[in-house]
């Protein structure tokens, strides 16, 4: 009596820390919601998609006049008139302080495309950040319910272990009874000893790996890293719709961010092919001015007088030398719009076989949890004819172990398929741009 009182204290020694801890039952849906708001990662993406938004803006700006302001006040030394043989001949009489201030605004007028298509490059830029970040959110999504998953296994496993530990117990008390009988020796009674101790600790790992991928979730999800998370207990009785093969290609095509990027990606190649050839091509812009200058400096010798002048002028500018470059830069840009395009198929490539992969795999797991319910079946039906069979002293203790073995492997091989199977599903929504 004394070993099954040590045995049960044991367990709950073992399941101790954690009961002892914070616990929170999390849904799929808050771990997507609390996720994408607490990840660092997401909220990285999300300044660089501010930033983004801002060079958009910072380009506009360009098609704004460039106004000016300058300023400038100081001393004037006496100049000194020397002959030419550099003798001294006298001091020219001059103001000893001198002033100008000058507003001026520069209006582009034409510059080739360049304000144009540096808007469209910065607008293109935005667009990649975007869908980067649809991206880190998606990959995000398959991580967390990966380690969801991961958890929800641990659940099963600690509940089955927890079963087989109190059938342990029990059997170890009935071969005890029939060793005291005389009808079977201590070698069965020191083999379900040990098939106890080691259901034990399994039982302990498995609470220790529930805590670890509870914290692990904890700091992406923003809590307490003490906090044991509890998965949905239905999870596995949702219901997960399936579409054809090819739908879910052609939604890949028209919506999995890595695609998108690639296009583009093309577009801002075919940008900078304009940005090259405006190298090329002459810049217009109007300016006008207003200057305030003291003293007035073009008369001999200075007058101390303040000259306020205004003007507008008309600049014109081609840069020659940008043409003997013309040829290299021209073909490099549009070298770079060749191999985009080719990222852009390879990309495809790279779908179609991700989709055709996920969703046998798919498949593969529900064809999985099928066979391994009729296994199931099977083997507690044959645990149950064999244990009878042994207290009927009609199998030895071996047979008995091993039909326990072959059930406990069934029943966390079928909890692990049909999360396996989930997981697999959501790999589907990933690969298509549906996650």
Known sequence: MKKYLYTLFTILSISLPLTAQTTYRLTVDEL???????????????????????KVSLAKNKRLPDISINGLFGYVGTPIILDKDFSFLQHSNTPDWKQNYQVSATQPIYQGGRIKNSIEKADLERQVAELSLQKDKSDLRLWLIGKYLDLFNMYKEREVYTKNIEEAQIRLRDIEKMKEQGMITSNDVLRSQIILTNYELSFKETQNDIQLTSQQLDIVLGLDENTILQPDENLLSYRLAIQTENDYIYQAYAQYPDLKIAERNIALAQNNLKLTKADYLPTLSLQASNTLARPIPNVSPAQDLYLNAWGVTLNLSYHISALFDKKHN?????SQIHLQELAQEQQKQHIRTEVKSAFIKHQEALDRIKALEKTLEQSNENY?????????????????????????????????????????????????GNL
Do not use: C
């Not at 909220?43 to 983004?52: E, F, N």
């Not at 021209?330 to 549009?334: D, M, R, S, V």
């Open 32 to 54: 997507f919601e609390r996720g994408i708001q607490s990840s660092i990662a997401i909220q990285t993406s999300i300044v660089k998609t501010q930033i983004s938004e801002d």
């Open 330 to 334: 021209t073909n490099a840009a549009k």
């Open 384 to 432: 149950r004819i064999v244990k009878n069979k042994y207290f009927n002293q009609l199998a030895i203790l071996t047979d008995l172990l091993d039909a326990n073995s072959v059930q406990l492997n069934a029943e966390l091989q079928l909890t692990a398929a049909k999360t396996n199977a989930i997981y697999t599903y959501y790999q589907l929504q990933k690969v298509s």
